[in-house]
């Protein structure tokens, strides 16, 4: 259920542009690794080359490797849409469609893709989704009403039951929380927790009290100036980044010199 | 149980496509074609135009005096001269009404009247252009006689309003007061909503400074709203000139060249002229309808790229941002 | 700046300011005095009256603001003034209109209208069943045609196009599109039916030809406008579950913006369901009941009021209350549609959550 990511000399570039430089690091199964770094540094675009959602902005495009389990995801034939359906994905900003009920939400990965399977599997899979992203008991008596009509910590969550719903190997969150409050801040962060025991998570936050407190391994990003691609600066177990870093740079960020 | 098989290349067993993505090619295959499909309709628009009226432009004028309407310039000229002529008198009156009824519903109704309101000049809108041509025709013209009589008596000195005026009322001013009333929902609803997106920030600064809310308008809003203005003012010309029923029912028009918009003399448009003889027409007759059509077509294409231009050289310059 | 600074002294917040009473009493004067103005000079013709009155106010409210506000707000008075005046303005002609043709269709507005055609009949009676079912004929064919085409062409334009040649002449294109006159669409399926089938007098599809010139564009730009306001959002969250692109859009793209589509359709749909001069060329004129959209002509509404009132019998009033009647049902059609678009548009529209 859960798979290493294996990046190497990874180039992201719109256009001419390039966005990230060289990166390569290794991101272990059953673990959440955080990404860090000042607005800008590219965190959140690289995250996104590794289901391969960078390629939804036309001009953007990759260099180097990604390997899930071994397998490269840029490999010739592979399909990014097979990809994703492996490495789910949470935003932002909660996303529920607007058209849909609360179980529809939990179960468009196997409706929109035409996968049949009986309604009473339906049902215990949406329950059992539900469950891992510890909504059930607030949702349970009113499947059938729109998504839309939950708080914002809830939506959040029913997104990333909806991304564990097709059952990923790796679950990738971009800033999950930066729009809501600490409340259900911390109620996803207790998610992540729990879902690290089946998954591969990587979250990009610019939280670093979020960064510490939840992650195994965390990965700072950096630019040297405006129009710079963004780089890796270190990467390492989050107690090390936080107490003594390789880096000058890492420290100067972590305790908030700049950024 | 629900894990796809495991591999990322696409194509279930056989290494093929697979079916979905088969679909992905088809839908944009179709939705690229349905594109291309309306580039197809207007080269086909013009090629056909050409094609059927090209007998009539290029056909002997001895033959086209005896077969058809007469030499082709020199006939169609009165009849673009009218077409250009009605739809000026109908911008000059239409669009300062426009204006002014656009800033109502945007910065003078209050704001739950506001929508209400750009419905009802919308309803304007809806209001199909034959059923104008009857109003036109049968109320306004009778009305208006009185007013032309009264108009040509005392500003007779002024030429618009010289010559000897018609007893009907059908006249070119009449027919370009229903045109105005036309294309005034246009011009409105496109004015009106350049005015909305006018930038609050730089309004209240205006009001902050002490303006009163028409130095406001002056300050922030028309000058935002110029190239939209511009453009509305152009699509509302587009309209004027290519409006065949209001002038076709309205107008008792002719061939003569003059400015004078009072007299039962009128040049009349040439979208008009095609309704007017269209259905009796044949042969030679049908290619110089065309071929007027043609012209017809040029000189709104010529007014709606003008507008084009406009805006995107404008837009460069626009305060907003 | 000068002047608002001269206007406001140091300390002073207030300034000369009309009392509120002025307003209505200034109305009331000047309306009495334009209507007095109009019996002694013009035999009371009230829009006249109604004109002095408008101007006459305008004047006494500038020379009373001058007085006692000052030139800045005597300007303001004016501007409102004529803004609220250009409105009224605009209400005369809709008013007009409206009422004409309830007061004249009224006449003829009976059973025989909506059940007869005008096969065989000289003099009174008649109906326009021929006109009304060929007007749904020719538009219901119009938009089979139209929506498909326009529709995935909005699709092509907002989801496929983003920084392509083709989407870029397209765009350009339906918009010179949109400012084809009318009549040249009608001259266009004409011209095209003469190189298919040789010279007709017109027949249903012809007409429907011509209409989806006029409809495609509009319904490109609506449909297209809307699939833009689907946010980039869902997209992505789609795209993020492992789903194509093309059921990304059937799916969760168009379900989000149907409402908006439907709307749009229909409110292109109303557009064209008036137009008479493309029809007049390419569908033709018909006394008889015709269903059959490929051949013969078909008779449509708006050529049917045309007709009326340009060709009329011996007895003229007859023919006039059929174009009056024919002119009302047009504008109820029309209104009916407008209506039924609207209120799709708002009961329908998802809510995006925020």
Redesign the interface.
């Known amino acids: 259920m859960s798979k290493r990511i294996e990046i190497t000399d990874l180039n992201v570039y719109y256009g001419s542009f390039r966005a990230v430089e060289d990166v390569t690091m290794t991101i272990a199964p059953k673990s959440v690794t955080a990404f860090i770094g000042p607005s800008g540094c590219g965190k959140s675009t690289f995250l996104r080359t590794l289901n391969r959602m960078h390629e939804v902005i036309p001009g953007a495009r990759v260099e180097g490797e990604v390997l899930l389990d071994g397998e490269n995801l840029y490999g010739p034939g592979v399909d990014p849409v097979r990809v994703r359906r492996q490495v789910g994905m949470v935003f932002q900003r909660p996303n529920p469609f607007p058209t849909m009920s609360i179980k529809e939400n939990v179960l468009a990965g196997i409706n929109l893709n035409n996968r049949r399977m009986p309604s009473s599997a339906k049902d215990e899979l949406a329950e059992h989704a539900l469950r891992g992203a510890n909504l059930w008991e607030e949702v349970k008596n009113r499947m059938n009403l729109p998504g839309s009509g939950l708080s914002g910590g809830q939506q959040q969550r029913l997104c990333i039951a909806r991304a564990i719903a097709m059952e990923p190997e790796v679950l990738l969150m971009d800033e999950p929380c930066s729009a809501l409050d600490p409340i259900s801040t911390l109620a996803i962060e207790d998610l992540m927790n729990e879902l690290k025991e089946k998954y591969t998570i990587v979250i990009v936050t610019h939280n670093m009290q979020q960064a510490a407190r939840v992650s195994d391994v965390t990965a700072f990003f950096n630019i040297a100036g405006t129009g710079a691609p963004g780089r890796l600066i270190e990467s390492g177990p989050t107690d090390k980044i936080f107490s003594a870093p390789d880096v000058k740079a890492t420290e100067d960020y972590i305790s908030g010199r700049f950024g | ?4 098989s ?6 279930a067993s056989a290494g093929k496509a ?1 079916p ?2 088969v ?2 090619k ?3 295959a ?10 197809v ?2 080269a ?2 013009a090629t ?2 050409l ?2 009226g090209a007998p009539a432009l290029f056909a002997d004028p001895a033959k086209l005096i005896s077969q058809g309407y007469g030499e082709f310039a020199s006939w169609v000229l009165p009849y673009a001269f009218g077409t250009v002529w009605a739809a000026t008198l109908a911008l000059a009156m239409a669009v ?6 656009a ?3 945007s910065h ?1 109704a209050p704001r739950r009247l506001a929508q209400p ?1 750009g ?6 809108a ?10 036109g ?4 013209a009778p ?1 208006v006689k ?1 007013l032309y009589s009264w108009l040509n008596a005392n500003l007779g000195f002024i030429p618009l309003f010289s010559g000897q005026v018609s007893g009907t009322g059908r006249t070119i001013l009449t027919a370009a007061v229903v045109l105005a ?1 036309m294309v ?1 929902p246009i011009i ?1 609803s496109l004015s009106r909503e350049v005015f909305l997106q006018a930038p609050r920030l730089h309004e209240e600064a205006a009001l902050a ?7 406001m ?1 002056r300050m922030a809003v028309l000058p935002f709203a110029r190239p939209g203005i511009i453009a509305a003012v152009m ?1 509302g010309l ?1 309209r004027a ?5 209001a002038v ?2 309205v107008l008792s028009g002719g061939r003569s060249i003059s400015f004078e918009v009072l007299t039962s003399q009128n040049p009349n448009t040439i ?1 008009a002229t ?2 007017l003889n ?2 009796e027409a ?1 042969g030679l007759k049908t290619n110089q ?2 071929a007027a ?1 043609l012209v ?2 040029l000189i ?2 010529v ?3 003008i507008a ?1 231009w406009i805006v995107s050289r404008r837009a460069e310059y626009s305060g907003a941002n | 700046m000068t002047t608002i600074s001269q206007a406001l002294a140091p300390g002073q917040l207030t300034s000369g300011r009309l009392p509120r009473a002025t307003i209505p009493v200034f109305l009331v004067a000047a309306s009495l005095l334009g209507f007095a103005l109009a019996v002694l000079f013009a035999g009371g013709n009230l829009a006249l009256a109604a004109l002095l009155a408008y101007l006459l106010y305008l004047i006494a409210i500038e020379v009373a603001a001058r007085i006692v506000e000052g030139s800045r707000q005597a300007a303001d008075r004016r501007a409102s003034n004529l803004i609220v005046g250009a409105f009224a303005l605009a209400l005369i002609p809709l008013g007009s209109v409206t009422w004409s043709a309830i007061s004249k269709g009224m006449a003829r507005f009976d059973v025989d209208y909506f059940t007869m055609s005008m096969r065989n009949v000289v003099g009174p009676g008649g109906g326009a069943l021929h006109a009304i079912t060929g007007t749904l004929f020719v538009t219901g064919a119009a938009a089979a045609i139209s929506v498909p085409i326009g529709l995935l062409a909005a699709i092509y334009l907002a989801e496929y196009g983003a920084g392509k040649r083709l989407a870029k002449a397209i765009t350009f294109f339906v918009d010179v599109m949109t400012g084809v006159p009318s009549i040249v669409a009608g001259l266009f399926a004409y011209a095209l039916m003469t190189l298919i089938i040789g010279p007709n007098n017109g027949f249903g599809l012809s007409g429907s030809v011509a209409l989806s010139v006029l409809m495609i564009p509009v319904v490109v730009r609506s449909s297209e406008e809307l699939l833009r306001l689907v946010p980039n959002e869902l997209r992505e969250a789609s795209y993020a579950l492992g789903v194509p692109k093309w059921l990304t859009i059937t799916r969760v793209v168009l379900p989000t913006a149907v409402s908006g589509i439907i709307s749009g359709v229909i409110l292109a749909i109303a557009r064209v369901i008036g137009e008479t001069a493309p029809l007049l060329v390419a569908a033709g004129f018909t006394a008889s009941m015709n269903n059959n959209l490929f051949a013969n002509p078909m008779m449509t509404l708006p050529v049917y009021v045309y007709d009326s009132y340009q060709h009329p019998g011996v007895d003229v009033q007859v023919y006039l209350d059929r174009a009056w009647a024919g002119a009302l049902t047009l504008i109820l059609i029309v209104m009916l549609l407008n209506l039924i678009g609207r209120l799709i548009a708002r009961r329908f529209a998802p809510k995006t959550g925020h």
Do not use: C, H
């Not at chain 2, 179709?30 to 580039?39: C, E, H, K, R, V």
């Not at chain 2, 809806?126 to 109003?135: I, R």
């Not at chain 2, 400074?209 to 130095?215: D, I, N, Q």
């Open positions: 149980m629900t894990n796809p495991a591999g990322l290349i696409g194509g697979d979905k993505r679909g992905d088809v839908f944009g179709l939705a690229g074609a349905s594109g291309i499909m309306i580039l309709i207007l086909a628009v056909f135009l094609v059927q300062p009404v426009a204006i002014g009824i800033l109502f519903i003078y309101l419905y009802v000049i919308d309803l304007l809806a209001v199909p252009s034959v059923v104008f041509g009857l109003w025709a049968e109320l306004l009305a009185g009333v005034l409105t400074l002490g303006a009163t809310r028409w130095e308008i699509l587009g000139l290519g409006e065949t029923m076709t029912m979208a095609i309704a269209f259905p044949f309808l065309i059509g017809l077509f709104t294409l007014v709606n790229m084009r």
